[in-house]
């Protein structure tokens, strides 16, 4: 026998040895392709299977129909975000529009309270100055030194902060009558550049304003807000 002989009887046996080891891994371990879909999506099974029996072909399917339902669920998480920043686009740009057309201080805080609820769908907003900075063309609720501590304290150093669990003291000093309906809220702080007050947005939904969502967009509102505040009154006023 030549040496390309041996050497091809041996790595035939050498095959037929891990050939049978995949096999015997195989049969113990029948779940080995399911927990491996990469695996199965790049084998070529053909196609020969009995009656009740399920192919590796038939489960490949299986898999790359399940891949694609995963992809268009995140190309629909995709464009209904899409969407909704558009929504929010626009409805930024109105509010917008709303504080630069304004040139008296009450109506702006007027106008504000009512463009907020009817853009962002709100139960509630109450917009409150520190007493300090309220003269004849500036009067908004009066909220007692305590109620304020204790908001500021809320906000800490944050521009703002959303809440679903406020204390329903805290919510009637800031919404009055409409705290009722309010079950989450969020508190957007008024600098101009020192804290002169806050916007407080009211909505129905508990999980509308939560701990855990991104307070950028409320953020802007309180900038947009604060900026033309201060173009309206002057806070130097004591």
């Not at 041996?6 to 790595?11: K, V, Y």
């Not at 630069?100 to 463009?115: C, G, K, P, R």
């Not at 909220?143 to 009637?172: I, M, P, Q, R, Y």
């Not at 304003?209 to 604060?226: A, C």
Request: aromatic share 4%; with cysteine; proline share 3%.
């Amino acid at each position: 026998m030549s040496k390309q002989d041996e050497n091809s009887d041996s790595g035939n046996a050498v095959s037929e040895i891990k050939e049978k080891e995949v096999v015997f891994y195989l049969d113990k371990h029948p779940d080995l392709l399911i927990s491996h879909p990469d695996l199965l999506e790049r084998l070529q099974i053909p196609h020969n299977t009995g009656p009740g029996m399920v192919s590796l072909i038939e489960r490949q399917v299986e898999v790359l129909r399940e891949k694609n339902r995963l992809q268009e669920e995140r190309l629909l998480a995709l464009i209904r975000n899409a969407q909704q920043n558009e929504e929010i686009t626009e409805k930024l740009h109105r509010y917008s529009l709303q504080l630069s057309s304004t040139s008296a201080v009450n109506e702006l805080l007027q106008n504000t309270v009512v463009e907020l609820k009817q853009l962002f769908d709100l139960v509630a907003v109450s917009i409150h100055i520190k007493p300090e900075y309220q003269n004849d063309s500036l009067q908004t609720s009066t909220l007692t030194e305590k109620t304020w501590a204790a908001l500021f304290d809320t906000l800490g150093k944050e521009s703002c902060s959303c809440h679903n669990s406020l204390d329903d003291e805290l919510l009637v000093s800031l919404f009055g009558d409409d705290a009722s309906a309010v079950n989450s809220c969020a508190l957007l702080a008024l600098d101009t550049p020192h804290r002169v007050g806050l916007i407080a947005l009211g909505a129905s939904e508990r999980e509308r304003f939560s701990p855990q969502m991104g307070t950028l967009i409320l953020t802007r509102l309180g900038e947009q807000f604060s900026t033309a505040l201060k173009r309206n009154h002057d806070f130097s006023i004591t």
